[in-house]
């Protein structure tokens, strides 16, 4: 079995926030919306059913925290979760704060707009408020 390596896309388009007891949870990037990636810690999973079922259950608390985080964090108008994979084939899981008035609404967010980096200082708070309301 090969030991679990991000893949270097994730790696590339994320910052690390924290990490839970499966997932690493990383922040986008992209400052046109507030978006965290869930990825599970284990090598070479690449669907939900590819993770046992206490892992799936364990995917699905952390992505209730994700959403929460964002929920209380930022208030968006609703929450956009997907495990898509169609990019990076490693497990990961977007959990997506939107607003009625945000560059891709109603549209998905993927293709729909250039990605805008954080600038560094905004970067840092950000990534230290998800983390306290992770933790």
């Known amino acids: 079995m090969n030991a679990w390596q991000l893949h270097p896309q ?3 388009d994320t910052v690390p926030v924290i990490e839970l ?14 978006w965290l990636v869930l990825v599970p810690r284990i090598a070479d999973m690449v669907e939900i059913i590819d993770l046992d079922p206490a892992q799936r259950s364990q995917l ?9 985080a964002l929920k209380t964090l930022f ?9 898509l994979g169609n990019m990076v084939p490693q497990l990961h899981v977007h959990v997506i704060a939107r607003y009625r008035d945000d560059i891709a609404w109603p ?3 993927w293709g729909n707009a250039t990605a805008r980096p954080y600038a560094p200082e905004e970067l840092i708070e950000r990534v230290k408020a998800l983390r306290t309301s992770l933790a």
């Open 60 to 68: 699905t608390a952390e992505i209730d925290a994700a959403c929460r």
């Open 75 to 83: 208030k968006p108008d609703k929450l956009n979760v997907a495990a």
């Open 10 to 12: 994730l790696a590339n």
């Open 107 to 109: 549209r998905p967010v």
């Open 21 to 34: 007891a499966l997932c690493e949870v990383r922040l986008m990037d992209d400052a046109n919306h507030p």
